[in-house]
């Protein structure tokens, strides 16, 4: 679907891996991730699963680069190409409810757009090809002036993949994209996003496991911030996933400062210092 | 869902049992106390004194104003004045005026002292996740300026303004004006600023992720989570700014007020019922629309 706008080559020989190298966050006294080395390569498709709290997020903010770590290194490797090397979609919750699904999609690469026109392109798009091309891609093209809220859970977690897929680039992070939806939306978003990718990365933090087994090559199981298991889908093991989740359940720490390791939003005092 | 599962616990521990048992705790105890001695100070500083309403003077004063006070004047004169600028009716079509333009102009004042008010447009949240050391030190230093000047302006009463600016400027109704927009320019700025604050670090986070330049981000990402609730708060806020309105001629910044102060100097009581009414009506007319537009809004 998304060949027929697309303006990269056909056959794409080679992407971006992504590298994690002894890499620690913390949030205040809270290590959110703790030791992670991994190395995934280009066309990869990686489902990072764990429970709550485990630090799932911040490592895929740490490769967008939203986040920087406080030891070792993320890194790409591979070929470059044009777009960026790597995007997070966030989660639908993200998005600015109040505007279009359009508007929402453009503000995906105000960098690539000069100073002036960033500012006015969200609301009066003079080029909205590219964002009516990326809504394409994840089926909700006739949504493209809908507002935000008028959408449902699952149509907005599409938006954010339009958003994100408008970086054009190598590593594709998605954020929990199956949260808050009801089963069949979760099977249908994880098809979108499977359908609306050529050959990048993908790396997603799901929270469904049979969904991360039937859909992804590789899983990676993390509890407490460390890698407890990485392993191709098909050789991940019942006992596997029982000490995984076993491991965040027998944390002592309280499940808030749990959560709030995962996601800064969570953490009681709201605000960043 | 675990957060609220760790509250509940917080909440139904041992001391919940002893509320039950005892009924009031010694916590709550010790603030009801507190509270009454409070406003036991409170009332001795004011000079609270309920006698003082039932003082002769005081019930002669009382009734003279109720039997004098009505009917209210209902003159033409009274009302309409001799010309255009002039009577009851138009001092009340002022003091809208004033509130109306008084308000557009502290929010066109707000609006950048509410931006660099705002510690994540300034300087915090995920805006400023890469940013020098010396970016964020400046962005800190402009924060605070701003955050002081905010609170300088809020803390000065509209009717302070009015007086300074009837002093600068002279009598009439534009020194009302700026005396609202000033006034309000510090009440706004700061209620822009605490919203910009409390959007969600997650949205600004995806929209500054897009190589967006941080003021970018703010016009997308930031500012459309909070417009709607900012344009409840300033139609809000110009409801307010009727009733300061209403007062302003006191010092002779134009408006109903000047009616309200002779009539109370010259003992007109006719004329002061009429002129409370009609404040009275304007302010419940503009209670009305704003809370109309208000619906529309949301």
Same mark, same amino acid.
């Given at each position: 679907?998304?060949?027929?706008?697309?303006?990269?080559?056909?056959?794409?020989?080679?992407?971006?891996?992504?590298?994690?190298?002894?890499?620690?966050?913390?949030?205040?006294?809270?290590?959110?991730?703790?030791?992670?080395?991994?190395?995934?390569?280009?066309?990869?498709?990686?489902?990072?699963?764990?429970?709550?709290?485990?630090?799932?997020?911040?490592?895929?903010?740490?490769?967008?680069?939203?986040?920087?770590?406080?030891?070792?290194?993320?890194?790409?490797?591979?070929?470059?190409?044009?777009?960026?090397?790597?995007?997070?979609?966030?989660?639908?919750?993200?998005?600015?409810?109040?505007?279009?699904?359009?508007?929402?999609?453009?503000?995906?690469?105000?960098?690539?757009?000069?100073?002036?026109?960033?500012?006015?392109?969200?609301?009066?798009?003079?080029?909205?090809?590219?964002?009516?091309?990326?809504?394409?891609?994840?089926?909700?093209?006739?949504?493209?002036?809908?507002?935000?809220?008028?959408?449902?859970?699952?149509?907005?977690?599409?938006?954010?993949?339009?958003?994100?897929?408008?970086?054009?680039?190598?590593? !594709?992070?998605?954020?929990?994209?199956?949260?808050?939806? %009801?089963?069949?939306? #979760?099977?249908?978003?994880? &098809?979108? =996003? /499977? $359908?609306?990718?050529?050959?990048?990365?993908?790396?997603?933090?799901?929270?469904?496991?049979?969904?991360?087994?039937?859909?992804?090559?590789?899983? !990676?199981?993390?509890?407490?911030?460390?890698?407890?298991? %990485?392993?191709?889908? #098909?050789?991940?093991?019942? &006992?596997? =996933? /029982? $000490?995984?989740?076993?491991?965040?359940?027998?944390?002592?720490?309280?499940?808030?400062?749990?959560?709030?390791?995962?996601?800064?939003?969570?953490?009681?005092?709201?605000?960043?210092? | 869902?675990?957060?609220?599962?760790?509250?509940?616990?917080?909440?139904?521990?041992?001391?919940?049992?002893?509320?039950?048992?005892?009924?009031?705790?010694?916590?709550?105890?010790?603030?009801?106390?507190?509270?009454?001695?409070?406003?036991?100070?409170?009332?001795?500083?004011?000079?609270?004194?309920?006698?003082?309403?039932?003082?002769?003077?005081?019930?002669?004063?009382?009734?003279?104003?109720?039997?004098?006070?009505?009917?209210?004047?209902?003159?033409?004169?009274?009302?309409?004045?001799?010309?255009?600028?002039?009577?009851?009716?138009?001092?009340?079509?002022?003091?809208?005026?004033?509130?109306?333009?008084?308000?557009?102009?502290?929010?066109?004042?707000?609006?950048?002292?509410?931006?660099?008010?705002?510690?994540?447009?300034?300087?915090?949240?995920?805006?400023?996740?890469?940013?020098?050391?010396?970016?964020?030190?400046?962005?800190?230093?402009?924060?605070?300026?701003?955050?002081?000047?905010?609170?300088?302006?809020?803390?000065?009463?509209?009717?302070?303004?009015?007086?300074?600016?009837?002093?600068?400027?002279?009598?009439?109704?534009?020194?009302?004006?700026?005396?609202?927009?000033?006034?309000?320019?510090?009440?706004?700025?700061?209620?822009?600023?605490?919203?910009?604050?409390?959007?969600?670090?997650?949205?600004?986070?995806?929209?500054?992720?897009?190589?967006?330049?941080?003021?970018?981000?703010?016009?997308?990402?930031?500012?459309?989570?909070?417009?709607?609730?900012?344009?409840?708060?300033?139609?809000?806020?110009?409801?307010?700014?009727?009733?300061?309105?209403?007062?302003?001629?006191?010092?002779?910044?134009?408006?109903?007020?000047?009616?309200?102060?002779?009539?109370?100097?010259?003992?007109?009581?006719?004329?002061?019922?009429?002129?409370?009414?009609?404040?009275?009506?304007?302010?419940?007319?503009?209670?009305?629309?704003?809370?109309?537009?208000?619906?529309?809004?949301?």
């Amino acid at each position: 679907m998304r060949s027929k706008y697309t303006a990269r080559p056909e056959g794409k020989q080679s992407g971006q891996g992504l590298v994690f190298d002894s890499v620690t966050k913390r949030f205040g006294g809270k290590v959110a991730v703790r030791d992670v080395s991994l190395k995934l390569e280009a066309g990869e498709r990686v489902a990072v699963i764990g429970p709550s709290g485990a630090g799932k997020t911040t490592l895929l903010r740490l490769a967008a680069g939203a986040l920087q770590p406080d030891v070792g290194t993320v890194r790409f490797d591979g070929s470059s190409s044009t777009g960026s090397t790597a995007t997070l979609a966030y989660q639908g919750e993200t998005l600015v409810n109040r505007r279009t699904a359009l508007s929402n999609v453009l503000t995906g690469r105000l960098g690539a757009l000069s100073w002036l026109r960033g500012f006015i392109e969200p609301l009066l798009p003079q080029h909205p090809e590219p964002a009516l091309e990326r809504l394409d891609a994840v089926g909700l093209v006739d949504r493209a002036n809908v507002p935000v809220k008028s959408l449902s859970a699952g149509e907005r977690q599409r938006v954010a993949f339009a958003r994100a897929l408008m970086q054009d680039a190598e590593v !594709v992070l998605a954020d929990e994209p199956t949260a808050n939806l %009801d089963p069949s939306s #979760r099977r249908n978003v994880i &098809d979108v =996003l /499977d $359908a609306a990718l050529d050959g990048e990365l993908l790396v997603t933090v799901l929270h469904e496991v049979d969904l991360a087994l039937e859909h992804f090559d590789r899983i !990676v199981g993390m509890a407490d911030g460390r890698v407890r298991f %990485d392993t191709p889908a #098909r050789a991940v093991t019942d &006992d596997q =996933l /029982d $000490a995984l989740f076993a491991a965040g359940a027998s944390t002592p720490g309280t499940d808030a400062e749990r959560t709030g390791t995962e996601k800064e939003s969570d953490v009681p005092v709201p605000r960043y210092v | 869902m675990s957060r609220f599962h760790g509250m509940s616990e917080k909440y139904s521990g041992p001391d919940a049992a002893q509320h039950a048992a005892t009924g009031l705790s010694k916590r709550q105890l010790t603030t009801l106390l507190g509270g009454c001695v409070i406003l036991a100070a409170a009332a001795w500083v004011a000079e609270v004194d309920p006698m003082a309403l039932f003082a002769a003077g005081a019930r002669e004063q009382m009734g003279a104003f109720v039997a004098e006070g009505f009917p209210p004047e209902t003159g033409g004169e009274y009302l309409l004045g001799r010309s255009l600028r002039d009577g009851l009716l138009w001092a009340i079509v002022e003091t809208l005026a004033i509130s109306v333009v008084g308000t557009t102009l502290a929010v066109a004042l707000a609006v950048p002292l509410g931006l660099t008010s705002a510690a994540t447009v300034t300087h915090r949240g995920p805006l400023y996740r890469n940013a020098s050391a010396g970016r964020i030190a400046v962005g800190r230093g402009l924060y605070h300026a701003s955050r002081t000047v905010l609170s300088f302006l809020r803390s000065v009463p509209g009717i302070v303004w009015g007086f300074l600016f009837v002093t600068a400027i002279g009598l009439g109704p534009f020194a009302g004006v700026l005396a609202l927009a000033v006034h309000n320019a510090g009440v706004l700025g700061k209620l822009y600023a605490d919203f910009l604050e409390d959007t969600d670090p997650m949205t600004n986070e995806a929209v500054a992720g897009s190589g967006a330049t941080r003021l970018q981000a703010v016009c997308h990402g930031m500012v459309p989570q909070v417009t709607p609730t900012i344009a409840s708060y300033t139609l809000y806020r110009w409801e307010c700014t009727i009733r300061s309105a209403a007062i302003l001629g006191f010092v002779g910044a134009g408006g109903v007020g000047y009616y309200l102060v002779i009539t109370i100097q010259r003992l007109q009581y006719g004329k002061l019922s009429t002129a409370i009414l009609a404040v009275f009506a304007l302010v419940v007319t503009s209670d009305w629309l704003g809370s109309q537009l208000r619906t529309r809004l949301g």
